[in-house]
């Protein structure tokens, strides 16, 4: 009977020193109420997390804001300057700018040019492997924003001849093709009225303001409101920001994954390579007769390089884009400025591949 009152003594000696070493080791903090909430560290949290942002598409968005270059508007000596004549039409091409670019004006190693009616800045970025170039534009008028079909050779190969400042690839277009898509412009002259089909389309007016429509189908383009006062247009895609907001591809993460819904979209995302990582071209409007041209190399050029469509909207956003559409890319994607070919020269010349028609900017300065 002492034996089992002595094991019960013991028993509990043994509990009350097992509680008091709990109370010692535990911090107070954690004991004042079971039911509070316990509070973690804020870094914990962000390490928890762990999670890559990506797009709607699935890639992963491999840049902060932060690393991006900044948008600064420009104040120009001339924003006043003469409209240029656009020249009189013969054999479908449009005479060259009447002003050629002044060789003082350029700036070194490639970097961009100044005068008094035009403002080229030229960033690059290594993003995601990738060679990333932000061309800013600003002109004093519209007419300086000129479009040229190419006969014979690249962007690199024509721009001496159109006296360009700085001049990127279009879209597909050439006066000779007898089975196109949608409704082109080229310098105020209508060259084709068909509809656009699958394709996204860009029309840029005479004021230099960018519209997009999506997917227009026949009569679209007429009944807009801006369908009188079309300068150039461009059948291509897929646009990228609308109005300051982006655009994702209906159902594309669904083609990429295997199924094969056939949406409009996915039609339009497989026709031109959208989910593929490759070089890509994008033109953007940031506001009045200011543009951003971003090109990016591709995996011809940076080990895992290239873009798909969805990182170029989100990149063209990122950048404060109201207005942004994919252009011909591919090694079709070309940025010259001056005669001097800049992005994706790492490809034993392949990449100076000839093309149907060109984008580009001439100075209003005599």
């Not at 009350?16 to 914990?44: F, N, Q, W």
């Not at 189908?217 to 982006?246: C, Q, T, Y």
């Not at 798909?308 to 591919?330: C, E, K, P, V, Y």
């Amino acid at each position: 009977m002492n034996q089992k009152k002595n094991g019960n003594a013991r028993f509990v000696i043994w509990t009350v020193i097992a509680l008091l070493a709990v109370l010692l080791l535990v911090p107070s903090a954690m004991v004042v109420d079971a039911g509070a909430e316990e509070e973690v560290p804020e870094e914990t949290i962000l390490e928890d997390i762990g999670e890559q942002e990506v797009t709607a598409d699935g890639h992963v968005i491999g840049w902060t804001r932060e690393e991006l270059p900044e948008y600064e508007p420009v104040e120009l000596e001339n924003p006043d300057a003469e409209p240029l004549p656009m020249g009189e039409k013969k054999k479908d091409q449009v005479i060259p700018a009447p002003y050629a670019p002044h060789a003082e004006s350029f700036l070194p190693d490639g970097e961009g040019y100044v005068d008094s009616t035009i403002s080229v800045r030229i960033e690059t970025r290594i993003i995601m492997n990738t060679k990333v170039f932000f061309t800013f534009v600003q002109i004093a008028d519209p007419s300086q924003l000129r479009t040229y079909s190419i006969r014979n050779g690249s962007v690199k190969d024509n721009a001496e001849k159109v006296k360009s400042v700085l001049a990127v690839n279009g879209d597909w277009y050439t006066a000779k093709e007898k089975k196109g898509n949608g409704v082109i412009w080229r310098n105020g002259v209508r060259k084709r009225n068909v509809d656009h089909g699958i394709y996204d389309g860009l029309f840029i007016d005479r004021n230099g303001d960018f519209h997009i429509l999506r997917h227009p189908k026949k009569g679209a383009v007429a009944d807009a409101p801006f369908a009188d006062n079309i300068m150039h247009s461009f059948v291509f895609g897929p646009a990228l920001v609308i109005d300051g907001e982006i655009v994702h591809l209906d159902g594309t993460p669904g083609f990429i994954t295997g199924a094969k819904r056939n949406t409009t979209d996915e039609i339009l995302a497989r026709t031109v390579g959208s989910f593929k990582s490759t070089q890509r071209a994008a033109l953007c409007q940031m506001g009045p007769l200011s543009y951003l041209i971003i090109t990016t190399e591709g995996p011809e050029q940076s080990e895992g390089g290239g873009f798909s469509t969805d990182q170029m909207a989100r990149l063209a956003w990122d950048m404060g884009a109201q207005q942004a559409f994919n252009i011909d890319g591919g090694t079709s994607a070309q940025l010259v400025i001056g005669t001097e070919r800049l992005n994706a020269l790492g490809n034993g010349g392949k990449s100076n591949r000839a093309v149907g028609d060109m984008i580009f900017f001439a100075t209003a300065e005599p």
